[in-house]
Structure formats: structure tokens, C-alpha cells
């Protein structure tokens, strides 16, 4: 099955930078998205970027220009290099796959919606 496990998420101020992980076991679909999601307290859980089997990449609005998405496909790897953090920006942060699904999805659904596998989650307070 389907496994995916982030790590990288920790205190940072804001104004400063964190890369967040995410190894995947396998790759179920040709045809894939992969996507980060947050969820900050008392919030639903919403897309931040998504990546498909295209190359398509999304971004929420509020992140374009200061996060980047991207995969490392030797490596089974998801990541999302997060710059300017801003406290906004804190919460549970997950990663996500799904078969069949566009990039743009990510950033049009809202809780889990759409996506069937997921990562425990990783933590991303940010301090003003």
C-alpha cells in the first residue's frame, strides 16, 4: 500500500525558511497528484501547492513566490521548501497522493476531499 511519511517541520520565526519532506513507498498511478496540505488550528485543512504526473504545479495564492514544490523521483520524495514564513502560515502540514487527480485540485478542494492517501502530518508553528 501507499505509505507517505513527512518530516522537516519545527519552530521558526517568521521571516525564515524550512524544507518539508515527505517519503512516499510507491508510486500507484501513472497518473498522479501529490500535494502538501495545512491545517492551522480551529481551520480546515487546505491545499498549499500541488504537483501532477504532467509537471503541472499549483500554488495557493497566499504561498505563490515563497514556497516551491517539487519531487525527487529517484528518491521517492516530496518536498516543499517554504521562504518568508509568515505566522499565517503555521499548522499541521500533510502531504498527499492520489491517482487521476490535477494539480489544481489541490488548491480547489477543501478537508480531505479527493485524496485518499496521506501522511501523518508535520508541525510548523511559526513565531512572529
Known amino acids: 500500500q501507499v505509505q507517505l511519511e513527512e518530516s522537516g517541520g519545527g519552530s521558526v520565526q517568521a521571516g525564515g525558511s524550512l524544507r518539508l519532506s515527505c517519503v512516499i513507498s510507491?508510486?500507484?498511478?501513472?497518473?498522479?497528484?501529490m500535494g502538501w496540505f495545512r491545517q492551522a488550528p480551529g481551520q480546515e485543512r487546505e491545499g498549499v501547492a500541488g504537483?501532477?504526473?504532467?509537471?503541472?504545479?499549483t500554488y495557493a495564492d497566499s504561498v505563490k513566490g515563497r514556497f516551491t514544490i517539487s519531487i525527487d523521483n529517484a528518491k521517492n520524495t516530496l518536498y516543499l521548501q517554504m521562504n518568508s514564513l509568515k505566522p499565517e502560515d503555521r499548522g499541521m502540514y500533510y502531504c498527499?497522493?492520489?491517482?487521476?487527480?490535477?494539480?489544481?485540485?489541490?488548491?480547489?478542494?477543501?478537508?480531505?476531499?479527493?485524496?485518499?492517501?496521506w501522511g501523518q502530518g508535520t508541525q510548523v508553528p511559526v513565531s512572529s
Open positions: 504537483i501532477d504526473s504532467s509537471g503541472t504545479i
Open positions: 498527499t497522493m492520489e491517482g487521476f487527480r490535477p494539480a489544481s485540485m489541490v488548491v480547489a478542494v477543501k478537508g480531505r476531499n479527493g485524496f485518499g492517501y
Open positions: 510507491e508510486y500507484s498511478y501513472s497518473d498522479y497528484c
